[in-house]
C-alpha cells in the first residue's frame, strides 16, 4: 500500500500561484463584471485581489483541442494497466508531498479554508487514486458470464473497451477534485478526455491541470492526453459537441441544456446536479457529537456544499437539545480570509450568492421562521464585504419555504422539528432532488430503516458524507440530483464502449451448426422441432424436458436419415 522508492518524481511549475507577499504588478482589487468578455477573469473571492485570466475558447478552439486529444487517444488506449498505475503513483506521490501548496491555490480562488481544502480537495482524491491503483485493472478486465441452457457449448464475456474522448464540465466549489475524480477515471480505462473549468474556478484549474500533464510526460503517455478548457456557455455546448461522453457537474438547469445539445448526437451523459440533502435525528442519539456533525454538514467547505445537508428534520423529544447545541457552536464559528489566519469559514465563491442567500432567509422570516444564532466575520476588506455570509441557525421553518425547497449553497442551517419516523421520511421525500441523506439514530436498525426510504443516490447512517470516501462505491443521485454515476465500479465503466462476446468454448472440436430441421429450405416440422427445442430447455417439469428432448433428438435422427437416403440416390 506505500509508494514505492523507486516512483518517478516531478516538477511542476507554480512560480505563478504562489503568493510570496510582494506586490504583484497585477495585484489590484477586482470588481466583477456582470458582462461576459472574451476573457474569463479570476480572482480572490476572499480579499477580491485579481488573479489573472484566461481566454474564453471559441468553438473553433475547442473542436481544435478536442481533435489533438483525440489523436493522442488511439495511442493511449494500447496502453498497458502497469504505465497506467505508474502514472497514478507519480502523481499521489506529488499530491502528498505539495499537499500545502494544492490547498493554497484551491482556497485562494474559491475562498475555502486550508482545512475544507485538504478534506474535500486532498483526501478524496488521495483515496480515488489508492483504489483504482488496487482495484482499476480488476473492474477493467473481461467478466465472465453464464451463458444459459441454450449456449452450454459457448463463453460469454462482457469487455471494457475506450470511449475516445470523454468531456467534463465541472462546478467551481472543489476545483481540484472535480477536475481530478473525471480524468482519473477516463485516463485509467483508455481515453482522452477534455475538461472545461468553471469560469469562477480557472485560475486553479489551469494549474491543476499542468500536474497531470506532467505526470503523464513522466511514463511516456502522448502528449495533449488531457486538456483543460476555459470559457462561457459558448465553449461548453462547443465540447458537448464533439466529444464521445460528457460528464456535467453543475446546476438542474444547465443539465437540461447539456442533454439536449448531447441529443445531436446521440452521446451517453452523466448529469450530478446538486441536492438538498436531508439530515434527519431520531431522539435516542448522542446530542452533542451529532450536533457538530451537523454544523460541520451545512457549514462544509464555507457553505459551498457539495453534499452537504441543507435540510435538518430534528424528532420532537430532543429538538430544543439539539437546537441549544448547534446553536452554541454557530456562536463560536468565525469566517474570515482564509489565507490571513485561522477561521472556521471562509469566502463564499460565486458573485452576488450573497444576496441570493439573503432572499432565501428573508423569505422564510416572512412566512414564520425565525434566526436563533449566527456566527461572526472579521478582519476582511472593504471591497469583499459582499463575498462572505455568516453561518445561521434558523427555526420554526416549513416546506412552504423556498429555503426548504431550492438548493442554497450557502452555510444556513433551517431545523425542523418531526414527531415520528412515518413523518420524517415524508419529509425528507418532499423534494425535487434526490442526491444524499444522513441518518442518525442510536438503533442502526432503525436508521437502516429509514435511510431504505428516502428517495436518494447516497445514505450515510450515523455519519455524513462518508460515502465520498469509500471510492468503490458509485456517487449520484435521482430526479432533479441527476442521473448516472461517477466513482466506484459503476463510474469506471461508464467511460468505456461495454461489448458482449460470445465464441465457441472447445472450438475448433465443437463448432455451432444450424439444426437440419432449420435449415434453408426448411423442413416441414421446422415448427415442431422448435416447439420440441423449447420445451427441452425450458419446461419446468424434468420429465417433460427429458421427452421433449428425446423428440428433439428423434427428429434430428430422422432429418439425417432422408439426406443419406437422397445422397445415396
Known amino acids: 500500500m506505500l509508494i514505492p522508492s523507486n516512483v518517478l518524481s516531478i516538477d511542476v511549475d507554480a512560480s505563478d500561484v504562489i503568493d510570496d507577499g510582494q506586490p504583484k504588478e497585477n495585484g489590484f482589487i477586482y470588481i466583477p463584471s456582470r458582462r461576459q468578455t472574451d476573457k474569463v477573469q479570476c480572482y480572490e473571492p476572499a480579499t477580491m485581489k485579481y488573479l489573472g485570466y484566461f481566454p474564453a475558447l471559441k468553438p473553433d478552439e475547442v473542436n481544435e483541442r478536442v481533435a489533438q486529444v483525440r489523436k493522442s487517444q488511439k495511442v493511449w488506449a494500447k496502453s498497458s494497466f502497469k504505465q497506467r498505475r505508474q502514472f497514478l503513483r507519480v502523481l499521489l506521490k506529488y499530491i502528498i508531498e505539495h499537499q500545502e501548496l494544492i490547498c493554497k491555490?484551491?482556497?485562494?480562488?474559491?475562498?475555502?479554508?486550508?482545512?475544507?481544502?485538504?478534506?474535500?480537495?486532498?483526501?478524496?482524491?488521495?483515496?480515488?487514486?489508492?483504489?483504482?491503483?488496487?482495484?482499476?485493472?480488476?473492474?477493467?478486465?473481461?467478466?465472465?458470464?453464464?451463458?444459459?441452457?441454450?449456449?452450454?457449448?459457448?463463453?460469454?464475456?462482457?469487455?471494457?473497451?475506450?470511449?475516445?474522448?470523454?468531456?467534463?464540465?465541472?462546478?467551481?466549489?472543489?476545483?481540484?477534485?472535480?477536475?481530478?475524480?473525471?480524468?482519473?477515471?477516463?485516463?485509467?480505462?483508455?481515453?482522452?478526455?477534455?475538461?472545461?473549468?468553471?469560469?469562477?474556478?480557472?485560475?486553479s484549474g489551469c494549474f491543476y491541470v499542468r500536474i497531470l500533464q506532467t505526470a503523464l510526460a513522466a511514463v511516456?503517455?502522448?502528449?495533449?492526453?488531457?486538456?483543460?478548457?476555459?470559457?462561457?456557455?459558448?465553449?461548453?455546448?462547443?465540447?458537448?459537441?464533439?466529444?464521445?461522453?460528457?460528464?456535467?457537474?453543475?446546476?438542474?438547469?444547465?443539465?437540461?441544456?447539456?442533454?439536449?445539445?448531447?441529443?445531436?448526437?446521440?452521446?451517453?451523459?452523466?448529469?450530478?446536479?446538486?441536492?438538498?440533502?436531508?439530515?434527519?435525528?431520531?431522539e435516542d442519539v448522542d446530542v452533542p457529537h451529532?450536533?457538530?456533525?451537523?454544523?460541520?454538514?451545512?457549514?462544509?467547505?464555507?457553505?459551498?456544499?457539495?453534499?452537504?445537508?441543507?435540510?435538518?428534520?430534528?424528532?420532537?423529544?430532543?429538538?430544543?437539545?439539539?437546537?441549544?447545541a448547534v446553536v452554541g457552536i454557530v456562536k463560536s464559528v468565525v469566517a474570515g480570509p482564509p489565507q490571513s489566519g485561522k477561521y472556521d469559514?471562509?469566502?463564499?465563491?460565486?458573485?452576488?450568492?450573497?444576496?441570493?442567500?439573503?432572499?432565501?432567509?428573508?423569505?422564510?422570516?416572512?412566512?414564520?421562521?425565525?434566526?436563533?444564532?449566527?456566527?461572526?466575520?472579521?478582519?476582511?476588506?472593504?471591497?469583499?464585504?459582499?463575498?462572505?455570509?455568516?453561518?445561521?441557525?434558523?427555526?420554526?421553518?416549513?416546506?412552504?419555504?423556498?429555503?426548504?425547497?431550492?438548493?442554497?449553497?450557502?452555510?444556513?442551517?433551517?431545523?425542523?422539528?418531526?414527531?415520528?419516523?412515518?413523518?420524517?421520511?415524508?419529509?425528507?421525500n418532499d423534494s425535487k432532488y434526490g442526491l444524499g441523506c444522513a441518518v442518525f439514530s442510536g438503533s442502526q436498525r432503525r436508521a437502516r430503516a429509514i435511510a431504505s426510504q428516502l428517495h436518494c443516490g447516497v445514505a450515510a447512517i450515523n455519519d455524513f458524507a462518508s460515502n465520498y470516501m469509500c471510492q468503490s462505491l458509485p456517487f449520484g443521485g435521482v430526479k432533479d440530483s441527476g442521473f448516472g454515476r461517477f466513482a466506484g465500479v459503476e463510474g469506471l465503466r461508464a467511460c468505456c464502449l461495454v461489448k458482449s462476446v460470445v465464441e465457441d468454448r472447445w472450438w475448433p472440436l465443437i463448432k455451432t451448426k444450424i439444426p437440419k430441421p432449420i435449415q434453408y429450405p426448411v423442413a416441414e416440422n421446422c415448427f415442431e422441432f422448435q416447439q420440441s427445442l423449447v420445451e427441452g430447455l425450458y419446461a419446468l417439469n424434468i420429465w417433460d424436458r427429458l421427452r421433449a428432448l428425446v423428440n428433439v433428438v428423434k427428429m434430428l435422427t430422422e432429418q439425417n436419415s432422408m439426406v443419406n437416403t437422397k445422397r445415396s440416390d
Open 345 to 428: 469559514m471562509g469566502a463564499i465563491c460565486m458573485q452576488d450568492h450573497s444576496e441570493r442567500l439573503q432572499r432565501l432567509i428573508n423569505d422564510a422570516l416572512d412566512k414564520g421562521a425565525e434566526i436563533v444564532a449566527g456566527g461572526s466575520v472579521r478582519d476582511i476588506s472593504e471591497g469583499a464585504v459582499d463575498q462572505y455570509f455568516p453561518a445561521t441557525v434558523i427555526v420554526n421553518v416549513n416546506h412552504q419555504m423556498k429555503l426548504m425547497q431550492e438548493e442554497a449553497f450557502g452555510p444556513i442551517m433551517p431545523i425542523m422539528k418531526f414527531s415520528s419516523d412515518e413523518e420524517a421520511i415524508m419529509l425528507a
Open 220 to 282: 511516456g503517455a502522448p502528449e495533449n492526453l488531457v486538456e483543460v478548457i476555459t470559457g462561457f456557455a459558448e465553449t461548453g455546448e462547443a465540447l458537448v459537441s464533439s466529444v464521445d461522453k460528457m460528464i456535467f457537474v453543475g446546476s438542474p438547469g444547465v443539465g437540461r441544456m447539456i442533454m439536449r445539445k448531447a441529443a445531436d448526437t446521440l452521446i451517453p451523459v452523466t448529469l450530478e446536479l446538486g441536492g438538498k440533502d436531508p439530515f434527519i435525528v431520531c
Open 290 to 324: 451529532v450536533a457538530q456533525v451537523a454544523v460541520r454538514a451545512a457549514l462544509q467547505s464555507s457553505g459551498q456544499n457539495c453534499a452537504g445537508a441543507e435540510r435538518f428534520y430534528v424528532h420532537k423529544d430532543v429538538y430544543p437539545t439539539f437546537v441549544a
Open 105 to 203: 491555490v484551491s482556497s485562494r480562488d474559491t475562498g475555502k479554508t486550508m482545512v475544507d481544502a485538504s478534506m474535500g480537495e486532498i483526501m478524496t482524491t488521495c483515496e480515488k487514486i489508492h483504489w483504482l491503483i488496487s482495484e482499476g485493472e480488476r473492474w477493467l478486465k473481461p467478466e465472465y458470464r453464464s451463458c444459459g441452457r441454450s449456449m452450454l457449448h459457448k463463453t460469454a464475456r462482457v469487455e471494457f473497451h475506450p470511449l475516445g474522448v470523454v468531456g467534463a464540465i465541472v462546478s467551481w466549489n472543489y476545483p481540484f477534485h472535480n477536475l481530478f475524480n473525471p480524468v482519473l477515471a477516463a485516463v485509467f480505462s483508455g481515453n482522452g478526455i477534455v475538461v472545461k473549468v468553471s469560469e469562477n474556478a480557472s485560475w
